[in-house]
């Protein structure tokens, strides 16, 4: 079974960077859409970047120009840049294989497809 494990969170201050890691057990990067979601308190959780197989991209209005996803398939990892943090990005972060692979749509057309992992709390403080 697949396993998920998101690291990199922490405490930053507004405008500051963290960069979010996500390694998985099995070859799953490099043939699955990969996506990461977000879950502040008492939120749903939300996906804010998808990368699809082609490597193309998109992201939440709220994060775009700020947040940068891209994967490492050798490493079967997949990484979260996040820059010019807010307040508003305090949340527990996870990854997840998503569908649809190939194409990139509207975000809420994705489904993820894996068990969900710990995530990695993120801290924005002002």
């Known amino acids: 079974q697949v396993q998920l494990e998101e690291s990199g969170g922490g405490l930053a201050q507004v405008g500051g960077s963290l960069r979010l890691s996500c390694a998985a057990t099995e070859n799953i990067i490099s043939i699955n859409a990969m996506g990461w979601y977000r879950q502040a308190p008492g939120n749903q959780r939300e996906l804010v970047a998808v990368m699809s197989t082609a490597g193309k991209t998109n992201y939440r209005d709220s994060v775009k120009g700020r947040f940068t996803i891209s994967r490492d398939n050798a490493k079967n990892t997949v990484y979260l840049q996040m820059n010019s943090l807010k307040p508003e990005d305090t949340a527990v972060y996870y990854c997840?294989?998503?569908?649809?692979?190939?194409?990139?749509?509207?975000?809420?057309?994705?489904?993820?497809?894996?068990?969900w992992g710990q995530g990695t709390l993120v801290t924005v403080s002002s």
């Open positions: 997840n294989a998503v569908t649809p692979r190939s194409i990139i749509a509207p975000l809420e057309v994705y489904r993820s497809l894996e068990r």
